[in-house]
Nanobody, 115 residues
Framework: VQLVESGGGLVQPGGSLRLSCTASGFAFSRLTMSWYRQAPGLERELVARITVAGVGTDYADSVKGRFTISRDNGKNTVSLQMDSLKPEDTAAYYC?????????WGQGTQVTVSS
């Protein structure tokens, strides 16, 4: 299983970023995919997740209306469009998949929201 995130960076408050995760080594189209984030000194938290066909999505209250998760099962990618970014969105963002009883993580991509 391999998950590779990209798209992080430094952005001003109110700006946008789009994160992408390319997956390999498992049946991507058959599994729910998730994005988590972890800020320094805080626990890792669920940001958003999307079901196998992309019909069902779920978001943390703190990002509802600002972030959009999507997936392309033909390309084995899951994306996170982040709009109206706030300083409190600053964190390392991780792509994740749970297969049977194990959770797999990417290496993470840093998002910093600052003026």
């Amino acid at each position: 299983v391999q998950l590779v995130e990209s798209g992080g960076g430094l952005v001003q408050p109110g700006g946008s970023l789009r994160l992408s995760c390319t997956a390999s080594g498992f049946a991507f189209s058959r599994l729910t995919m998730s994005w988590y984030r972890q800020a320094p000194g805080l626990e890792r938290e669920l940001v958003a997740r999307i079901t196998v066909a992309g019909v069902g999505t779920d978001y943390a209250d703190s990002v509802k209306g600002r972030f959009t998760i999507s997936r392309d099962n033909g390309k084995n990618t899951v994306s996170l469009q982040m709009d109206s970014l706030k300083p409190e969105d600053t964190a390392a963002y991780y792509c994740s998949v749970r297969i049977l009883l194990r959770t797999y993580w990417g290496q993470g991509t840093q998002v910093t929201v600052s003026s």
